[in-house]
Structures are given as structure tokens and as C-alpha cells.
């Protein structure tokens, strides 16, 4: 399959996209999230520069894109205490310029106030997300794990279809699915009303086991409980972070190409109608 890019007006843009601890924040093929920006934009032609940042860094490298993937209890102790000591002002000022981030697991606990863990050690967070996150208990019964499929709320639904109007591969009357794995201890609830649910939960637990919603949408920051890697099987979420940072950088100086995804799809597809079936 050709995605390759036609000669348009994005010859000269540039994407950076910082991956932050990209050793320790990466688990469950995290690291799937950066391949599918990064040929997502070159697909378009779009240059793409790759940036890590990694523990004890104190030079940060500005981006367009910033992803941060999930990671082991104790790799997040030493992210947590790194972030906040030589990381906090700089994140929080791209976070208020409109930069695109998307937060995986751990990484979407690290920046909201807290994280609980089930020793009761409490543990600061960036503080840059209204949410706290605690986790009940360290049994397996006490895990959200297992097969994820949510439904994209109304709203971000719809600025997802400004991005990626193409109806080809979904189904007419209906709202846009994500499918993903999740496996966290931690129970994540939101503190006030400016950050939104990304989806809601048809199959799964998603932020906690109680209220069946699943990851966040605050200003152009975007968390998730969705491993697997959650954007090459969801490209209309992909191109949708693409989209906004190319917005919020070139504002409509570019051209959007829609690209052939009829491989991602049905990728996406196979697991959706699997666990509409059977919830496995």
C-alpha cells in the first residue's frame, strides 16, 4: 500500500516529537505511539524530529509533540521525583501554549496531583492535570486489566471528524471507538470540570472501576489507560494529534492529506467486533 506523500505546501514543515523517559516510561509497546506519528507525518510530508529526554536532563528540548508512555512502579518513583525537580515550569508553560501531549498509563497519573499506591505512600505529581489517582489494593482482583474498547465522547468526536472526516471505515450513525489494553493499579478520578473524559467504556474499567469512563481531554493534553500501542489501531485518534499540532503551529498553513487506511482498520476492527461479541 503507497502512502507516500504528494508534493503539497507541507514541504518545509517540521514536527518535533520529545519522548520523555523513553526507557522507563515503556511498556506494552508504548513505543508504537511514536512510529505512527512519526510516519503519519512523513506520509503527508512533513519533516519529523526525534527527541528523548531522559532522567536528570536539565536542557529540554522544545516540541510540537510530546509522549510519555507507562511504566513500572519503580521507574515512576524516579520519573516522579525527576519531573517535578527539573521539569515541572517548562512542561507546564507547553502545556499552556496549546502543545499536543499524549500520556499513557503512568504517565497520565504523573501528571495530575498525586498517586496514591496501595503501601499508602503518597507520592506529589506535576500537578498540571485536576486528578488524583489512588490504588485500592495490590492483589490482581484489584487491577483494571484486560481488553479495553470505549466509545469517543460526543464532542471530541466531533472535533476528531475535522481531522478525519473520511466515513469510509466506521459506521454511519455511530460514535467512534478506541481499542486498546489496560493493566493499572491506580483508580483515576478527575478534581473539577475543566478536564473532560476522552471516552466512555463499553469493555473494560478505563480511569477507575466505578464511573465507566476512560482517559481525559484537558486543553490539548490527552491521557489514556490504553496500552497496546493505543494509536497505530486508532488512526483517527493519531491524525487527530497530528492535526492539532500542525494547527497550533502553522495554524492553516498546511495541507491535510487523508491517507489509505484500510490495513489500520481492519486491525481496529478485529477488535472491536471481538469483544462486542464476547467482552474478551
Known sequence: MNKMA?????????????????????????????????RRLEWRGVGVVLKQVSLGETEFPAGDIYFMGGGQDNDMYSVFADLIALKKDFLK?????GKVFLLICGAFQLFGQYFLDASGRKIAGL?????????????????????????????IAAEIHKA??????ERKGELPTLVGFENHSGQTYFLDESIVPLATVKF????NAKQKIEGAKYLNVFGSYSHGSLLPKNPH?????????????YGTGFDWLQLDDEIEWRAHLVMQKRLEKNGK
Open 6 to 38: 504528494k508534493q503539497t505546501q507541507n514541504m518545509g514543515k517540521l514536527v518535533t516529537i520529545v519522548h520523555l523517559y523513553p526507557k522507563e516510561m515503556n511498556i506494552y509497546g508504548d513505543l508504537g505511539n511514536i512510529i505512527t506519528l512519526k
Open 237 to 249: 485518534l493519531a491524525d487527530y494529534l497530528i492535526w492539532l499540532a500542525l494547527k497550533n503551529k
Open 93 to 97: 508553560n507547553e502545556v499552556l501554549k
Open 164 to 169: 478525519y472526516p473520511d466515513a469510509v471505515y
Open 127 to 155: 500537578g498540571l492535570l485536576p486528578l488524583e489517582t489512588s490504588a485500592p489494593g495490590d492483589q490482581l482482583r484489584d487491577r483494571c486489566l484486560g481488553n479495553l474498547l470505549t466509545v469517543i465522547r460526543p464532542g
Open 204 to 207: 473494560g474499567k478505563g480511569n
